[in-house]
């Protein structure tokens, strides 16, 4: 009888115990300061991008060129995998790639991995100084509960831009307990046709115990040929781990 009570009282404990770290952490997220947020998700930002440039993973990409009426006009698509080789290159081992776009087409894919990099927008001390962020609020986006900022490159930024560089305008979503990136939409700048202002959204999933992108999808202009097209891509990333060459 009284090793019963002795483990009841032992589980009460424990619960109380998870209930007020929980509480903790709680009113710890809704007191935190905008500018606190900020700081520990550059923080956290900084060891994802780093975990992120080791793991291996699988990106599969899908470019959809639009014509008149929203009409797919033809399709790009490439599964691949992307290491780390013996000398710590960044490498790729294509498993399928195919295209029903018109034989002349072509785009850069050195041109759409700068794309890509945006889509994958992270927050580190770098990105703070190059970016203004103001606070909005909180949303619950599925199980999440996040902070909400607006987003804008600094002036002194657009004002001198480097050759190909080019910066998000939108909105960006920071989980309340990981403190980390979990979602970023908006648009890229500076625009490449004046007449349009394209639009992505990437997603990212929890691996481990990092949050990493998993999926894109961008309303975009590309420049397939002698022009630029108006195209759909949707990059998915998945199968993230520590293995080297396939």
């Not at 960044?90 to 018109?102: A, H, Q, R």
């Not at 490449?192 to 975009?220: G, I």
């Amino acid at each position: 009888m009284q090793q019963r009570r002795s483990d009841n009282t032992l589980i009460l404990v424990a619960v109380i115990a998870i209930a007020a770290a929980f509480s903790t952490r709680r009113a710890w997220a809704q007191q935190i300061a905008p500018n606190e947020i900020l700081i520990k998700a550059a923080s956290n930002g900084e060891e994802t991008a780093a975990s992120f440039d080791k793991l291996v993973r699988y990106e599969e990409l899908r470019i959809e060129a639009v014509g008149i009426g929203n009409n797919v006009t033809g399709e790009y698509y490439r599964l691949a995998r992307i290491y780390r080789d013996k000398t710590q290159r960044i490498t790729e081992k294509v498993f399928e790639e195919k295209s029903t776009l018109p034989g002349d087409a072509f785009f850069s894919i050195v041109g759409l991995r700068r794309l890509l990099q945006i889509y994958r927008f992270n927050i580190t001390r770098d990105v703070l100084q190059q970016y203004e962020f103001n606070y909005i609020g909180r949303e619950r986006i599925d199980e999440l509960n996040t902070f909400v900022f607006d987003v804008r490159p600094r002036d002194r930024i657009l004002s001198r831009p480097v050759a190909e560089s080019r910066y998000i305008k939108g909105q960006v979503w920071i989980d309340d307990q990981d403190i980390q990136v979990v979602k970023v939409a908006g648009e890229i700048l500076p625009h490449s046709r004046p007449d349009r202002t394209p639009r992505f959204e990437t997603y990212y999933k929890n691996y481990d115990r990092f949050w990493l992108p998993a999926y894109t999808t961008a309303d975009e202009d590309l420049r397939i040929g002698d022009g630029n097209s108006r195209v759909i891509i949707k990059v998915r990333e998945y199968g993230f781990g520590k293995g080297g060459q396939p």
